[in-house]
């Protein structure tokens, strides 16, 4: 069986010692937010995501939800947590009190996802949507609106989900064919085909409020005539209870390659109810909220499932007797060395490692800027704090999954054929992982994000939060010696960076090709540069506090090891990322689609 | 529903122009192998694979195998498939007339695995299984033992498997622990469970022979004291018919994560009467016999999956509508242009194209060793074959998988959503490749035979057959101008592989786990070169015959786009890997057991 231990005290280590958290008691409504709290917060989050969802995601995957009669059973077990969750109030744990949430910074609201996320993602999806979509609500709906779907949706009492892909378009949502005709009394028809819905019906609560992006009959062509609306399984009564049935209804769900405890449904709108989310036509940008939030997200998924990967791949490492070292017998009572000792096993388990480590690093100093932004009162820091999380979105949403998605590989290799059978709990993980390169956007359409929306804004504007305090740590720390075995490489890294950068963005404005040919190279060499980046200020804060903290001496010297394998062996793929980039796009555009 | 055609053209292309494949008719016992022949065996088997088999591979996968009662049920279809494979004697094609076998040469027998491959990777284990059981017993079993089995295995009317594995011991076979004691009639009582056994049971043949590496009580410690039995489900009367059942009973099998119709299974031995294959305590030479060519149809498995994976993303994104390419409008009267004009998903398919043909190209080149190092008559010619083989066996096998799998998620992601779904059979490419890195020696333990064994065997003898004609070529070359573009990027790779041979190998002899630490990524660069030095070769053979055959220019333009695009694209990859390789093994050597 499978096991799973939270990894509280790296992010002890990141939230007091990398990055000061306490700094977020600075921000409006966060004045009772202490180190002790955050620790507080995690501790607890670790003991329900370990005892009571954990146990249950391997029986979840092979048992999988049943779907008869446009009703959809969750597996065994889930109906209990979910109530679990629900009366610990972890739904709003990061949702304003003004409907009932716990208001805590969502920066510890992404800690608590990686932690779901490794105890069973299926089943955390059921908790995020619905965060998700009270995001959207609360940021674009109106008093009456907020009024009517917020506090039972924080309480967990309601889910919520997000309808945007229909069958002949995901990515470009200007396609949209779901109608929406305006009734008298205020609210919408709602009528079409929506698909991939994930939660968009299961058993675990009263009520589900979906978002639905949808057209009303005099809007505008393609995607800035799309508007939001909130359509609820139930209609909703004046006293807030639950009326009658609405026409919506899951008419199948997917049989999927993972996730399979997680409802992916077809959902059929037939003059559906539903009430208007923001403004007319302005779907595009409340969706944003939701799928940006949600793209942060799915990074955290690809890094809670490496890192319970790498955690049963380490023990098994541990425990399983092949061959003997190639430096001497290890153990001489047995009749062979743990496969540990082999260098090619370490190498596996050490490019999980470095990377786990590193970007839960970029994640809580991201997701503290994301706090910043929207709770400092300058709104100058809003701002630039604004433009650092925009920045970040696509490389932790892109970057993360694809080597989260290497990472459950390399665990399943570890254990050779045993984990590739369902036995050992490895290859659900990488079943799991590859859905995060897919949904919220394919990791194709982050890598264009990134070159295409994020690059040139405002002149460099937003590369300006990375490249900036970047060069400002380089030229703080050019001097230090101790420093310098990791600062070189960073340094290295970072100015093929800034040179890819200028000549993407260069060569992109005459030709766009130019830019979407380089796009995904462009997001690793990033992603790399980026958690080379988080590697050098972790070696920086461990000299630091080295002397001070003699009892954290061995995890401090662990640090130093893993960056060291980070700097020599994971650091020089930004080469041949650059070459690509630097090749141009004429190979890739040269081709007739014949060819093919 | 996937589409599959098999790849004629282009080995029509490898085995005519590239490589000439009718110098297999100097060979001995191939007197009668012309091109006409090989084209027209490749066109049968394409037949019989695209109408027989592939329409059964998502069904099959769906389907899985059944065990009750010791029994294994295969998916519905494979009895009447097996029947008709079985009929038209193409389980015997590449094994000896005086089996029965058709006589034809391995490298023809490489292509129709390739195709087998991409038509049901599960199915084709039936079939490939015996093969390998086929080889051992004629390379290495007497006179009365190939007579009492080979006929009946070529035919197909029984199978065969491999039995190394045991619960404790799948890599380190010295710690087996199945026992054989000697009968007084000549025969063996053999006793032991083994796991991971593939085709164990089935219901596609009458009787089932299981090659099984066991331990005699006298029999030295570890790996020599290993020895190959014959193990038949039922025993073998006088008169060649079966007769009663003998002690070996498939105890059950496992749920994996791909593979589903191939049966794996956990076998019991109870005093089961076994003949012995070859030597007594020779059991290893045997299975290395027969390992070393499942190890190349390993490789071809991967090929045959990314194959098979490329078609069916090629066909998706010429299919699929959303947004404008980046150039301008292709699609003006649809509301969208097909995704295969962005540059992204051009990326994903050129980089499944480039190494599927680049990997068909090096497959045949080793395949056609293959047979000379067997038939050509002059020993010198055929050893020399035989260390080509022997060298780019660990490459065909690891680097052709591992590349394999990152082609068939690339072909998961050109479909985005759709991919991930069981429907459109993507996905199912994905998890069958998962075991063929694990399978026949993990692609670890292959890098490790590469740089452990292969490089320093005869102070380098082995590398000599890549590195000299790739010296020789380059020599002769040099001047060619059209080539340059090409020529010079492999060149490079070339050179970045001796040096990297030659530190390697001589930090390795001063510590082993110097080498341990490279071996992956020496391999995955040796990999990378190599298939440079087949698509500059392939280039080399479109110059030369571009204008002799015009009706071909098509063809030919593309093969030069593809190369172009797998030297600006791919062939960068050997920089990191190179970087990779020169930091040694210090920063995964340094962390104690606890430490991870």
Redesign the interface.
């Known amino acids: 069986m499978p096991i799973y231990k939270a990894p509280v005290e790296d992010y002890k280590f990141l939230t007091q010692e990398v990055f000061d958290f306490s700094t977020l008691a600075e921000l409006q409504g966060f004045k009772e937010i202490s180190l002790d709290l955050v620790e507080q917060v995690m501790e607890e989050t670790a003991k329900i995501v370990e005892n009571e969802i954990f146990p249950l995601n391997q029986s979840s995957d092979h048992e999988g939800c049943k779907y008869e009669n446009g009703e959809v059973k969750t597996p065994k077990g889930f109906k209990e947590a979910y109530q679990k969750f629900r009366d610990g109030g972890w739904i709003g744990l990061a949702c304003s009190p003004d409907y009932g949430g716990q208001g805590f910074p969502k920066s510890l609201g992404y800690i608590f996802e990686e932690f779901m996320d490794s105890g069973s993602l299926a089943f955390g999806m059921y908790l995020g949507l619905t965060v998700g979509a009270y995001r959207a609500i609360y940021e674009y709906g109106n008093e009456a609106v907020k009024e009517k779907f917020l506090h039972k949706m924080v309480e967990g009492e309601w889910s919520g989900t997000m309808c945007l ?1 229909e069958p ?5 949502l200007g ?1 949209c064919k779901t109608k929406a005709i305006p009734q008298e009394d205020g609210s919408y028809d709602v009528t079409g085909t929506k ?2 819905i994930t939660s968009g019906e299961h058993d675990l609560t009263s009520n589900i409020i979906h978002l639905v992006l949808a057209k009303t009959p005099d809007a505008p062509e393609g995607i800035k005539g799309i508007s939001m609306f909130a359509v609820p399984k139930f209609t909703i009564k004046d006293d807030g209870t639950c009326g009658d049935r609405n026409g919506v209804w899951c008419v199948s769900i ?5 996730i399979k405890a997680s409802s ?1 449904c077809v959902m059929n709108f037939d003059n559906a109810k539903g009430w208007l989310v923001g403004d007319l036509h302005k779907g595009m940008q409340a969706m944003f909220v939701m799928m940006n939030a949600e793209r942060l997200s799915v990074g955290l998924q690809g890094l809670g499932l490496a890192e319970v990967s790498y955690q049963n791949a ?1 023990a098994y ?2 425990d399983r ?3 003997r070292s ?2 001497g017998v290890k153990n001489p009572d047995k ?2 060395d ?1 496969i ?11 490019t999980m ?1 470095a990377f786990i480590e590193g970007a839960r690093a970029l994640s809580c100093w991201t997701s503290l800027h994301l706090d910043v932004s929207q709770k400092h009162e300058d709104l100058r820091v809003r701002q630039d704090a604004d433009d650092m999380v925009a920045l970040m979105t696509p490389i932790i949403k892109a970057f993360f999954t694809d080597l989260a ?1 290497d990472a459950t ?1 390399l665990g ?2 570890v254990l ?2 045993h ?5 050992y709990g490895m ?1 659900q993980y ?2 799991d992982a ?2 995060t ?3 919220e956007g ?3 359409i982050q ?2 994000d990134l070159v295409g929306r994020k690059m040139p804004e405002g002149m460099g504007r937003l590369l300006r939060q990375f490249f900036h305090p970047a060069a400002s740590f380089i030229e703080e720390k050019q001097e230090d010696e101790r420093l310098s075995p990791y600062l070189m490489p960073f340094v290295k890294a970072y100015s093929k960076l800034q040179q890819a950068t200028a000549v993407t963005a260069q060569k992109g404005i005459k ?3 130019e ?3 380089a ?2 190279d462009y997001l690793h060499l990033f992603g790399y540069t980026a958690l080379a980046f988080m590697w050098v200020r972790i070696v920086d804060t461990v000299y630091q506090n080295y002397d001070k903290y003699p009892e954290k001496k ?1 995890f401090y ?2 640090k130093l ?1 893993t960056a ?2 980070f700097f ?2 994971m650091l ?5 990322h650059f ?2 980039i630097m ?9 007739d ?1 014949e ?2």
């Open positions: 892909t002949h378009c995901g990515t470009d396609l698909i991939f997917e049989d999927k390659m993972g992916t380490v490492a541990k007797l092949q061959g190639l430096s009749v062979a743990p540990i000792h082999h260098p090619d096993v370490r190498k596996n388990l050490l490692k998605f590989n399943v290799q050779g054929g984990g590739y059978i369902k036995e290859e990488v079943r590859r859905i390169q897919i949904y394919t990791n194709g890598a264009m030709n766009p090709e830019a979407g040919a796009a995904t061995s010297d662990t090891k060291k394998f020599d062996r020089p793929k930004t080469s041949s070459s690509s090749s141009g796009a004429g190979s890739m555009m040269a081709f689609t060819e093919f």
